[in-house]
């Protein structure tokens, strides 16, 4: 069975604390591993897809990377706009595209 | 291009009753899906379809029933609401492995 789990569950950071995210996984398989954003009453926001160990992605002041076993998102300089709920999901191989197994999510807040 | 679009917003049921979720999405994409979201239970998918006139279950697919009679909609249904069915509904839709979200449907079941 495939598992995500993320950690911590809440992170607070003031403005301009660089910290990272954790995503560890078990699948089948890796065919993808997404992260997303989420803002409270909203539906989540694609941020990267990373498809083999030793990639990353960047986008503004977040990074992905992953490794066989996890997956890191670097938040470098944060600011308020950046508090969200941060999800990771991993796909297994020989699943349909999209079909995702989430994990339960990081609250990240950012105080200015 | 209005993305992913979900209806109703917000539903009251009482157990037993019966309701219909609408997820209609204006990128053509083939693939959509049915999650619940639980506190602390993260996003779970319910029912997905690879296709118009597929559909195929998920984690935890009891209790709801879906169709995909037009490649733009994807319809949830609940036969008869239990209180275990009380979450937050997200539809979406992807193309290639980049999934597209709609913004929610709220349901309580009393």
């Not at chain 1, 069975?1 to 699948?27: F, H, I, K, M």
């Not at chain 1, 992605?57 to 490794?67: D, G, H, P």
């Not at chain 2, 275990?84 to 449907?105: D, I, K, L, R």
Request: net charge neutral.
């Amino acid at each position: 069975e495939d598992q995500v789990t993320q950690s911590p569950e809440a992170l607070r950071l003031q403005e301009g604390e660089s910290s990272s995210l954790n995503c560890s996984y078990t699948v089948s398989g890796l065919r993808g591993l997404f992260w997303y954003r989420q803002d409270p009453g909203k539906g989540p926001e694609f941020l990267f897809t990373l498809y083999s160990a030793g990639e990353e992605k960047e986008k503004e002041r977040l990074k992905a990377t992953l490794t066989k076993k996890e997956s890191f998102l670097h938040i470098t300089a944060p600011k308020p706009e950046d508090s969200a709920t941060y999800l990771c999901a991993v796909q297994a191989g020989g699943t349909s595209y999209g079909k995702l197994t989430f994990g339960q999510g990081t609250i990240l807040t950012v105080h200015p | 291009n209005a993305g992913v679009t979900q209806t109703p917003k917000f539903r009251v049921l009482k157990t037993g009753q019966s309701m219909t979720l609408l997820c209609a999405q204006d990128m053509n994409h083939e693939y959509m899906y049915w999650y619940r979201q639980d506190p602390g239970m993260g996003l779970r998918l319910i029912h997905y379809s690879v296709g118009e006139g597929t559909t195929a279950k998920g984690e935890v697919p009891d209790g709801y029933n879906v169709s995909r009679l037009k490649k733009q909609n994807f319809l949830l249904g609940l036969e008869s609401a239990a209180p275990s069915q009380t979450s937050v509904y997200f539809c979406a839709s992807c193309s290639y492995n980049e999934q597209f979200f709609g913004p929610g449907t709220r349901l309580t079941v009393l």
